[in-house]
């Protein structure tokens, strides 16, 4: 009798270990890359700069002086970088795009945006983009933890216990004290891209075990947006990108939703409303499809290049890919493609990227 109850014993806990490896395994197969344990946070690394990857959205940008297979100074990036700025504020002044461009500092866009008082950094949140990098980045240099690869997971994002306060927990004049003095930054990439990007992780993988995109958000999309309701069983099917691209190009229609879905939304609104980049001065904007060249850059302009590195970027994964955008969207009308570029171009123009005329023509 006491071996069954000992086999029984035994067997919970492989079990329990089993599913303990198996969440591990997932968390880390998502898609903010550069999460696994035990990586190499050199302090005063020496770094390679790797040539300006031939990425496209890059090429709407003034060229530096060099050739694109030279390796780009630092002075070439820092111009690089300030060029950025000047497009933004330009762009900022357009006013026919002022609907899409301009919002208002609210708590929603204070929520985003994350203090880290001992260097004088503000670092605004934008997913899909290598963020969780960033804030291990900001805890440790607010000195919660003493390196990376001490934080756990379950704390990245736990903005009660990590140290990382958000700009929204402090007062009207700490506010607007850090966002007239500090170094603020965010990263981008391209809009199609991002959107591609986060359907895949919120509604096709999920890796993070986040029931409500499937049971709640998909569900309300579906029911709104898909043009054939004979798929009776909704969860079997699953979110289409279609229905996902109709959804985000009805500006008036999903206004009452997005309400509903609440802080889920910052994986798909646009820049402009997670970060208000016309309203606050920053003083840096990041683009994923270089990182390899931003990442030190940002380091460097912030002062902390000495304290920490960004990790190692898998090659390739920064890269824009037009096959990928163009397998998504093909299949989906001309219509609902330009009413999602109508909903995103104040993206694409603020940020430099090249609108994508090989889908909408
Ligand atoms: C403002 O934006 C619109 C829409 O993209 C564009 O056609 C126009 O040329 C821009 N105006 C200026 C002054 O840049
Ligand atoms: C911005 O304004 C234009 C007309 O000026 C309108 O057609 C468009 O729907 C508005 N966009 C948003 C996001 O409100
Ligand atoms: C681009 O995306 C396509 C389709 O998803 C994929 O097959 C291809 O490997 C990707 N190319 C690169 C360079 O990642």
Redesign the pocket.
Request: net charge positive.
């Given at each position: 009798m006491r071996h069954h109850w000992l086999l029984l014993g035994a067997c919970g806990w492989v079990l329990l270990i089993l599913i303990f490896v198996r969440n591990l395994i997932s968390i880390r197969a998502v898609d903010d890359y550069g999460e696994r344990p035990g990586q190499s946070w050199t302090v005063p690394g020496t770094k390679v700069v790797k040539p300006i990857p031939a990425s496209n959205p890059e090429k709407q940008l003034p060229k530096p002086t060099h050739q694109s297979s030279v390796v780009p100074t630092a002075s070439d990036w820092q111009a690089v970088a300030e060029k950025r700025i000047e497009l933004l504020s330009g762009v900022c002044k357009n006013s026919s795009l002022r609907?899409?461009t301009h919002v208002s500092i609210s708590k929603f866009v204070l929520d985003r945006i994350f203090v880290c008082d001992k260097h004088k950094i503000l670092f605004c949140q934008t997913p899909k983009v290598g963020n969780t990098q960033w804030k291990k980045v900001l805890i440790v240099l607010n000195g919660a933890f003493s390196n990376v690869e001490e934080i756990p997971e379950s704390l990245v994002h736990d903005h009660e216990k990590n140290g990382l306060p958000r700009l929204s927990s402090l007062t009207p004049q700490e506010i607007t004290h850090r966002l007239s003095t500090y170094f603020k930054f965010f990263i981008v990439r391209d809009p199609f891209e991002r959107l591609i990007s986060a359907f895949k992780d919120k509604f096709v993988k999920n890796p993070r075990f986040e029931p409500w995109y499937k049971h709640d958000i998909a569900p309300a999309i579906i029911r709104k947006y898909r043009k054939s309701h004979r798929d009776s069983d909704f969860a079997a099917s699953g979110l289409h990108f279609e229905d996902f691209v109709r959804y985000l190009g009805d500006?008036e229609g999903r206004r009452r939703m997005d309400q509903q879905f609440g802080e889920h939304i910052i994986h798909w609104i646009t820049y402009a409303e997670l970060c208000a980049p016309c309203e606050i001065h920053y003083s840096l904007v990041g683009h994923h499809e270089t990182l390899e060249q931003d990442a030190p850059h940002i380091l460097k302009a912030a002062g902390i290049e000495q304290l920490v590195s960004y990790p190692d970027i898998p090659p390739g994964i920064t890269h824009y890919n037009r096959t990928k955008v163009e397998r998504y969207f093909s299949g989906i009308s001309k219509r609902d493609i330009k009413r999602l570029y109508?909903?995103y171009q104040g993206d694409f123009h603020l940020f430099g990227y090249p609108s994508p005329d090989f889908l909408l023509n």
């Open positions: 609907n899409l500006v109508a909903r």
